[in-house]
């Protein structure tokens, strides 16, 4: 199987350039069409080992990120993201474009894979029980998540549930982390070995960065798993760590609520998410540091 | 590519199902130009229709049952918000009567399964816009468009109110009272329009237009369309509704002369004779006469041809991105005079150049 550390430099951006490299993420296959050097760059770094194919047959998704055209292009310029031609976002600047393509791949996915259910929330899994993690912005989700990624569990996504209504089984994505503002430090001291992109600041979001997700969690992206703990976090400056369940009731709305496609899926939504909630333990947790907070996951994990 | 991607995709939406690709690349070819012509619902409920979406491959199966799911739920959905417009209009004893796509699932056409559309249509007498309007408002809907220019421009010179929005539910209704713009060159009446409403045949209270003015609507819509993205999609409704309804075979005949009443001549020649040219449509005997007597023009056909392919870079021949910027300019002027549209146009540049949210105004200039 070719990965894309497997390809030289100049293969990579050749292949890139006529729109011909197909990245596997979990399920989804993506080709991309580039001629942004920081794409290339960030891709070999953030995507190394992931499976890739050259002159493939099909494809999901068909993406580009591109320069606009116009002063745009050469005065403070701006790049583009395209789903098959079309543009579902305004252009940033081109110091943002490796951001724009992580942002548009989930734009890829949240408005047509609705073979699934899709929720927002960090998923992580032990063997193959699964850990949700749904919050809102701010709520140190990301921060979390990068720090359960790097320390015994398997990263299967930081903000996409890929959930099979036919099964009950949680896909990975192995997709990079997305990181913003204080996070960023806070995973680097934690995780001095870990492969991050420069820090974008002014970005919609804030300051953001990339981490590469952990080579264990790219070589398992075919491994499925159940969820078998939802986690509502939250990080509060100077908090003890407390981790309270939840009430059997509260699970099933929390999974609702985070779901993008719930409405869509219907019925079959209904049935995923009570089974997801029947089988699952809810709990609210609230912590500042983040090294009780493994503690409380490894716990967890053993319960 | 091959060439003939379009009347592929044409084939697949009639059903016929021979027409799927023989291997992945096909595959990968047809999911693509599908999805940017919003057909990819069509084709799934085709193949789910024949019992044939097991067999497809599974890295495309999904993404036909992921497009058919979506049509699914907005079918249900734009039931739903029909109801409870009906409910709003209730108090005012005023009918939904229903437009476009909305309407061809409530008469329960089978082509509208795994159609997608997002909005809902309706028109009512234009004596009657203000009362409606008040009465969605009780009902949680408001304007959008808040801009004075906005406002303005719809009230004076379109054929509906500015789009209302639900605030809860974020969904949308256009009130039309007409189905051109007052400025447009062609005049349909939409009181006649509206006497031959009739009740449509699944949802029960709802109203729907009558067979020759549904299919009148529609081909006078994409006729006066500037944006070109579902011209193709829309070519295919036309050929499907004149399949359903031409089973009569007194029909060809009652849609031309329902054309000659309301002035809508041209546009249904124009679009008939597109249809044929771009998609392959086989038009009944009496409907090919009418259309052999004044064939459009060979310069608008050969502009139509190639503007009104899916808009999918598969689908690009030489002069697409022309044909594409002339249907737009074409839109434009046929809906609108040049004197008022270039007004129009130079208003709307200023404000977005200003950020204003309406010119100075002189006083004639009202």
New interface residues.
């Given amino acids: 199987m070719q990965t894309i550390e497997s390809l030289a430099e100049p293969a990579v951006a050749d292949a890139l350039c006529r729109g011909t490299l197909e990245l596997r993420t979990g ?1 989804f ?1 993506t080709r991309i069409r580039s001629e942004d050097t920081l794409i290339v760059a960030e891709l070999r770094r953030l995507y190394a080992a992931h499976p890739v194919r050259l002159n493939p ?4 998704f ?1 993406v580009e990120v591109r320069s606009v055209s116009g002063p745009r292009r050469w005065v403070r310029r701006q790049v583009t993201f395209l789903f ?3 543009e579902p976002f305004k252009p940033l600047p081109a110091v943002q474009s490796f951001a724009l393509f992580e942002w548009g791949l989930n734009w890829c996915i949240a408005s ?4 699934w259910l899709l929720m927002h929330a960090a998923v992580l899994a032990r063997g193959d029980d699964a850990v949700v993690l749904p919050a809102p912005p701010g709520h140190g989700k990301s921060t979390l998540c990068a720090a359960l990624a790097f320390n015994g569990w398997r990263l299967l996504s930081d903000e996409l549930v890929v959930l099979d209504p036919e099964t009950g089984e949680v896909w990975p994505l192995a997709r990079p982390i997305n990181v913003k503002n204080q996070s960023i430090e806070i995973v680097r001291k934690l995780v001095p070995t870990a492969v991050m992109t420069q820090p974008v600041p002014d970005t919609l979001k804030g300051t953001v960065a990339h981490v590469a997700p952990p080579i264990d969690a790219v070589s398992a992206m075919g491994e499925r798993a159940r969820i078998r703990w939802v986690v509502l976090p939250q990080w509060q400056q100077g908090a003890a760590t407390t981790l309270e369940p939840m009430s059997p009731g509260e699970v099933f709305p929390a999974l609702i609520e985070n779901a993008f496609n719930y ?4 019925e ?1 939504g209904f049935d995923a998410l009570s089974l997801a909630a029947r089988d699952a333990r809810g709990f609210h947790f609230r912590y500042s540091d983040l090294r009780e907070a493994l503690g409380v996951f490894e716990d967890l994990a053993r319960s | 590519m091959t060439p003939n991607i379009s009347i592929g995709l044409a084939q697949l939406v009639r059903g016929e199902l021979n027409a799927l690709p023989r ?3 096909g ?2 070819r047809l ?2 130009v599908a ?2 012509a919003n057909l990819l619902g069509s084709i799934a409920a085709e193949c789910d229709r024949a019992g044939c979406l097991e067999s497809v ?1 599974e ?2 199966r ?2 036909l ?3 058919l ?2 049509a ?2 907005q079918a ?2 734009v039931r739903w918000e029909a109801e409870r417009i009906g409910e709003a209009l209730a108090p005012i004893e005023e009918r939904v009567v229903l437009l476009k796509g909305a309407a061809y699932v409530a008469d329960g056409l089978d082509f509208a399964a795994g159609r997608m559309f997002s909005d809902v249509d309706i028109l009512v007498p234009f004596e009657r816009v203000r009362v409606v309007e008040d009465a969605l408002m009780r009902f949680g809907w408001a304007t959008t468009h808040l801009s004075s220019y906005d406002q303005r421009y719809y009230r004076q010179w379109m054929h509906e109110i500015p789009p209302m929005q639900h605030l809860e539910r974020g969904t949308t209704v256009d009130v039309h009272h007409r189905i051109l713009p007052r400025t447009a060159r062609f005049d349909p009446d939409p009181a006649s329009m509206l006497e031959h409403a009739r009740p449509s045949r699944q949802w029960p209270g709802i109203w729907v237009l009558s067979r020759e003015d549904m299919l009148l609507h529609s081909a006078t819509h994409l006729y006066h369309e500037g944006e070109t993205d579902n011209a193709f999609r829309d070519l295919l409704d036309i050929e499907r509704l004149l399949g359903c309804f031409a089973e009569d075979p007194a029909f060809g005949a009652s849609l031309f002369a329902r054309a000659r009443d309301l002035q809508l001549l041209t546009p249904l020649t124009v679009v008939l004779t597109m249809a044929e040219a771009v998609i392959g449509t086989k038009v009944p005997p009496e409907v090919a006469r009418e259309l052999n007597a004044q064939p459009p023009s060979r310069s608008l056909q050969r502009m139509l041809n190639t503007g009104w392919q899916p ?3 598969l689908c690009e021949k030489p002069g697409s991105a022309v044909c594409r910027w002339l249907v737009y300019a074409r839109a434009h002027l046929l809906r609108m005079p040049p004197h008022l549209l270039i007004l129009h146009l130079f208003r709307k540049a200023w404000m977005r150049f200003t950020d204003a949210d309406d010119m100075p105004r002189t006083e004639n200039s009202r």
């Fill in positions: 399920p296959t047959d099909f494809s999901d068909h098959d031609g079309r047509s894979a609705h073979r409405e869509v899926l219907g079959d | 291997d992945l690349d595959w990968d999911i693509r999805r940017a491959p890295k495309p999904v993404h049952l992921g497009a799911r979506l699914r739920r249900v959905a808009s999918h870079t």
